[in-house]
């Protein structure tokens, strides 16, 4: 038993990479104890980039645009995967606490909910680079484009993504901590709601009037914006790219900031204990 | 400063126009074992929740090891943990999958080691391969011990802990914590239906009904304040309302 003055004197870490580390391995574990889950990551990229390469070559032949910009769809879908599949790793591995009813466990563990958040965002980290490598390297060989080409801007554009998807998926949990698994579907429909406004194909020139000023909003108009000024004017857009991170880092504040109360809620309700299948 | 290992104060939840636990009160000194009783919907799953922080009071404080559950729960999760047959480990890991992430969790230094000892004391060696949910309901209930008693918890919290369990594995269960508290000093809070289990295990019983403590004391002392032979006896005097003294007269 130990003292209990103690344990009034000691000092536990607000951040322990050790802990982060252990959710990392217990999704790690989820992971690699399935080979369908594995494969089912690279299954969707690969799919909708086989399919968007071979619709670019025929409107490479058809269209100028497309063949000005090179594969520039191919390197549309596998960025758009990237946010989709940033958000998608937060999204399911957060699920899984909730299908397992491990919440309980967790955290009445010395676990806090900010360590949770950042073994969920590696995680996130590890299946998109596990979906969307194989799709990049498949259209080297099949389509002759390599979107590594792109050189640094592509990292920038990658990263600026996953951040969106990560902030996208801290508000959709958000959303799961205070409905219950009732709103699970939201995991998979959310991002669908953006597509259109995120110009991933177009420009946003294309939009209405009314309608590009929602997508200014989104990092992710900025990112496909920027990618096009890569492709077609080779030219990096610091504008765009400045925009993209500003705009992630206001939106990842107000998402962790609602997440936290959304936490705090769970705890009041009793949500924690209750949230199962 | 407060010497008890366990102490709540006009602990209430309201849950809209329920009121789950109504103002308890109670302290538990360092190395009791301690049982919760009361029938289903008497407030011992909430107040549980609530000591563990999983679950935010409306009104009332918890301090588990000194330390104020509100402001300071981070200073002793380290130094407690649960069981309970209501929530489970993930059941797509293996038992030894679910023990090494919950040891790193609770910065063991040697978790390998830590786990190999407990399998051998809960004899779970046989299983540590399998998954958490292809076990068998005496499995899971070892294997969730198991895992509560990972970081040697100085407050061991315990929901029902031989639940749904054949009378020879409930027997072993409860030989294992009365071990366990001897040779730790651990203190124990258990909720339970099983009389016999708290007459044996359980130094003393806190009594609950519609959310509120009714009665307290010693297995003993309230044997014989309510007349009775058995603890089963007693829960029905309470449950039921009747007030010790006129409980047989009642009968």
Redesign the interface.
Same mark, same amino acid.
């Given at each position: 038993?130990?003292r209990?003055?103690a344990?009034?004197a000691?000092?536990?870490p607000a951040f322990?990479v050790?802990?982060v580390?252990?959710?990392v391995?217990?999704y790690w574990?989820?992971l690699r104890?399935?080979w369908p889950r594995m494969a089912e990551l690279a299954y969707w990229p690969t799919m909708q980039m086989l399919m968007w390469g071979f619709l670019s070559q025929f409107m490479a032949t058809t269209s100028s645009w497309v063949a000005q910009g090179g594969a520039v769809l191919v390197a549309g879908v596998l960025l758009w995967d990237t946010l989709f599949r940033g958000q998608l790793g937060v999204s399911i591995s957060f699920l899984?606490e909730l299908w397992?009813?491990?919440l309980?466990?967790?955290?009445?563990?010395?676990?806090?909910p900010v360590e949770w958040v950042a073994a969920l965002f590696v995680m996130s980290l590890i299946r998109t680079l596990i979906g969307v490598v194989p799709a990049a390297l498949l259209a080297i060989f099949i389509f002759d484009y390599s979107v590594f080409d792109l050189g640094l801007p592509l990292l920038a554009f990658f990263a600026n993504l996953m951040i969106m998807g990560w902030w996208l998926a801290l508000a959709i949990t958000s959303l799961i901590l205070l409905n219950g698994l009732g709103a699970e579907g939201l995991a998979w429909a959310v991002v669908f709601l953006l597509a259109p406004v995120s110009a991933v194909y177009y420009p946003v020139a294309v939009l209405p009037g009314w309608l590009q000023w929602l997508s200014w909003a989104l990092p992710s108009a900025h990112v496909f914006e920027g990618m096009r000024a890569v492709l077609f004017q080779g030219a990096f857009s610091w504008g765009h790219f400045a925009a993209a991170a500003g705009l992630n880092l206001f939106y990842m504040v107000c998402a962790g900031g609602i997440f936290l109360w959304a936490f705090?809620v769970a705890?009041?309700?009793?949500a924690?204990?209750q949230t199962g299948e | &400063?407060?010497?008890y290992?366990i102490k709540t104060d006009r602990l209430t939840k309201r849950?809209k126009d329920v009121v789950a636990v109504d103002g308890v009160s109670f302290a538990v000194e360092?190395?009791r074992i301690v049982g919760l009783l009361g029938g289903n919907g008497a407030g011992k799953t909430?107040t549980i929740?609530m000591l563990?922080?999983?679950?935010?009071p409306t009104e009332g404080s918890v301090e588990v090891?000194? /330390?104020d559950m509100a402001r +300071?729960r +981070?200073?002793? !999760?380290?130094? &407690?943990?649960?069981s309970?047959p209501?929530?489970? !480990?993930?059941?797509?890991?293996?038992v030894a999958?679910n023990l090494?992430?919950?040891g790193? !969790?609770?910065?063991l230094r040697h978790v390998k080691r830590r786990i190999a000892d407990l399998a051998d004391q809960l004899d779970i060696a046989r299983f540590l391969d399998r998954p958490a949910g292809k076990l068998s309901a005496g499995q899971k209930t070892r294997v969730a011990l198991a895992?509560a008693l990972l970081n040697e918890p /100085?407050v061991l919290l315990l929901d029902e802990p031989t639940a749904s369990l054949d009378p020879d594995t409930a027997d072993w269960i409860r030989t294992y914590l009365e071990n366990y508290r001897r040779e730790?000093? /651990?203190?124990i809070l258990l909720a339970s239906h099983n009389m016999a289990e708290v007459e044996r295990l359980c130094d003393d019983v806190l009594m609950m009904r519609e959310g509120r403590i009714v009665d307290r004391g010693s297995p003993d002392s309230l044997l014989a304040k309510y007349g009775r032979d058995t603890m089963e006896d007693v829960f029905l005097d309470i449950a039921r309302d009747r007030r010790a003294g006129v409980a047989h007269a009642a009968d």
């Open positions: 038993m130990p209990i003055d344990v009034l000691s000092h536990a322990a050790r802990r580390g252990a959710m391995l217990r574990y989820l104890g399935s899984e397992s009813r491990n309980g466990h967790l955290f009445v563990s010395p676990l806090r705090h705890r009041e309700r009793g924690l204990i | &400063m407060s010497h290992a849950f360092p190395g909430t929740s563990l922080g999983l679950l935010l090891l000194g /330390a +300071h +981070h200073r002793v !999760l380290d130094r &407690m943990n649960f309970s209501y929530v489970d !480990l993930p059941h797509r890991l293996t999958e090494v992430v919950y790193h !969790l609770y910065g895992k /100085a730790s000093g /651990a203190t």
